[in-house]
T-cell receptor, first 114, second 110 residues
Framework: GAGVSQSPRYKVAKRGQDVALRCDPI?????LFWYQQALGQGPEFLTY????????KSGLPSDRFFAERPEGSVSTLKIQRTQQEDSAVYLC????????????FGEGSWLTVV | DAKTTQPPSMDCAEGRAANLPCNHS???????VYWYRQIHSQGPQYIIH???NNETNEMASLIITEDRKSSTLILPHATLRDTAVYYC???????????FGAGTTVTVRA
């Protein structure tokens, strides 16, 4: 498709389980972002990639969160030993260039930790 | 990044213009005003952005005051599908992070 694609769309994980969320950005987009959105709040920045390089991971809440983009296209956000507070929508976004803020978001992966 | 202030919610009538205000009194000279919206269960969608001139596209118009301390997003003919949370964001051209805040929940009523 032409947009940012995320999978799975919905994920229910038991507390302590590891999860992996996938993002397929728009083809050719240099920049890729992950955001976390808790219920009733605006999205919060997690991490930023320029091609395969992770240039900013300052928003990752803990060392249980890990993101990668090994070939500069598809990205995976991994959460180890999930906790209830990890329940949120995880949004992936991409943009054509490395700066500027016309960013295209996917529909998100809804994670519920039980 | 400069902070923005938006009303938490507003209603508007279908077919009428919706005027969404945003205050950004601490905006810097090189910072742009961006508007995104988020329809329920979807990711945020870019609407429009501007520096100091008024801007218009197929979705909306953006009016920025001369002192750049506030702006208004105008949806010229609101439809039910425009019901969403609207975020006003101030960001520099070289910035890559977006600070969304709480936004304005706009409800378009028939």
């Amino acid at each position: 498709g032409a947009g940012v694609s995320q999978s799975p769309r919905y994920k229910v994980a038991k507390r302590g389980q590891d999860v992996a969320l996938r993002c397929d950005p728009i083809s050719g987009h240099v920049s890729l972002f992950w955001y976390q959105q808790a219920l009733g709040q605006g999205p919060e920045f997690l991490t930023y990639f320029q091609n395969e390089a992770q240039l900013d991971k300052s928003g990752l809440p803990s060392d249980r969160f890990f993101a990668e983009r090994p070939e500069g296209s598809v990205s995976t956000l991994k959460i180890q030993r999930t906790q209830q507070e990890d329940s949120a929508v995880y949004l992936c976004a991409s943009s054509l260039w490395s700066s500027g803020n016309t960013i295209y978001f996917g529909e998100g992966s809804w994670l519920t930790v039980v | 990044d400069a902070k923005t202030t938006q009303p938490p919610s507003m209603d508007c009538a279908e077919g009428r213009a919706a005027n969404l205000p945003c205050n950004h009194s601490t905006i810097s000279g090189n910072e742009y005003v961006y508007w995104y919206r988020q329809i329920h269960s979807q990711g945020p969608q870019y609407i429009i952005h501007g520096l100091k001139n008024n801007e218009t596209n197929e979705m909306a118009s953006l009016i920025i005051t001369e002192d750049r301390k506030s702006s208004t997003l105008i949806l010229p003919h609101a439809t039910l599908r425009d019901t969403a949370v609207y975020y006003c964001i101030v960001s520099g051209q070289m910035d890559y992070k977006l600070s969304f805040g709480a936004g304005t929940t706009v409800t378009v009523r028939a």
